[in-house]
């Protein structure tokens, strides 16, 4: 007797959003829209968000269509496996951060592991990333540059942390991009004024793709006499020591 051959598994659709709350289908492509339209599970960072991008993006598709599981500094690990069952039944599934590109800088990278050791296909989609957006536009080296996260909050561990950093930049002639918390974006602008050197580059990259966009290269020096706001708007830093 002839086997019939095994269903296909679904896909795994890396789906980015907006970085903030511009008009989803002027930063995102169309070929988005019409992944969300096909697709009715979904792995995301936190529900809400993601319901309401999705209803953004795709108005016409039924909210109670959607099976939706989260997957945050609050889920039990030992859940995500089983998050993936409708792939290994033939159905995709869409992975969707918050903001930005999934898998970076977000918890769904672990989603991404697990899916590559079940066999089944990771297909990213185009869309904004923040760090790639930061250092395409900072003029610093795009050949050669590191991702640090977030740098430590202990005070003497930072400083040891951005005097290494900065050290790195000069020897491997590498950018380094971090990023903060938010509200807490100006005392890290005063940490680095206060621990880098004057001649250290630094790119200050705020609210990308937003109509508050704001994206600067300066000096330390230049930028001890440059007054801005970046209290509670989304950032990544950039350093780079040449000399």
């Known amino acids: 007797m002839e086997s019939k051959p095994l269903d296909p598994k679904g896909k795994l659709y890396l789906i980015?959003?907006?970085?903030?709350?511009?008009?989803?289908?002027?930063?995102?492509?169309?070929?988005?829209?019409?992944?969300?339209?096909?697709?009715?599970?979904?792995?995301?960072?936190?529900?809400?968000?993601?319901?309401?991008?999705?209803?953004?993006?795709?108005?016409?598709?039924?909210?109670?269509?959607?099976?939706?599981?989260?997957?945050?500094?609050?889920?039990?690990?030992?859940?995500?496996?089983?998050?993936?069952?409708?792939?290994?039944?033939?159905?995709?599934?869409?992975?969707?951060?918050?903001?930005?590109?999934?898998?970076?800088?977000?918890?769904?990278?672990?989603?991404?592991?697990?899916?590559?050791?079940?066999g089944i296909q990771v297909t990213p989609l185009v869309g904004p990333s923040s760090i790639l957006l930061a250092m395409m536009s900072s003029g610093m080296n795009g050949q050669n540059f590191c991702f640090n996260g977030y740098l430590p909050i202990d005070k003497s561990e930072r400083k040891s942390t951005i005097k290494s950093l900065e050290k790195n930049s000069l020897e491997k002639n590498q950018a380094q991009l971090f990023i903060e918390t938010p509200y807490r974006n100006d005392k890290m602008l005063a940490d680095l004024i206060a621990i880098l050197n004057p001649n250290t580059r630094l790119c200050i990259a705020s609210d990308i793709t937003l109509t508050t966009e704001y994206i600067v290269t300066k000096t330390i020096e230049e930028w001890k006499n440059t007054a801005t706001d970046l209290h509670k708007k989304p950032t990544i830093f950039i350093i780079q020591r040449d000399y």
């Not at 511009?22 to 993601?50: C, G």
């Not at 496996?81 to 951060?97: A, E, K, R, V």
């Open 16 to 118: 980015p959003t907006r970085l903030g709350d511009d008009v989803p289908l002027e930063v995102l492509p169309i070929s988005i829209k019409k992944v969300l339209e096909q697709v009715n599970h979904y792995i995301v960072e936190n529900e809400k968000p993601a319901r309401r991008f999705i209803k953004k993006v795709s108005p016409s598709k039924s909210q109670r269509s959607l099976i939706i599981h989260s997957v945050n500094k609050y889920t039990d690990a030992s859940e995500i496996p089983n998050y993936l069952t409708p792939c290994l039944n033939g159905q995709s599934i869409g992975l969707l951060s918050d903001a930005g590109c999934p898998g970076i800088a977000d918890p769904g990278a672990e989603v991404v592991r697990l899916a590559h050791e079940k």
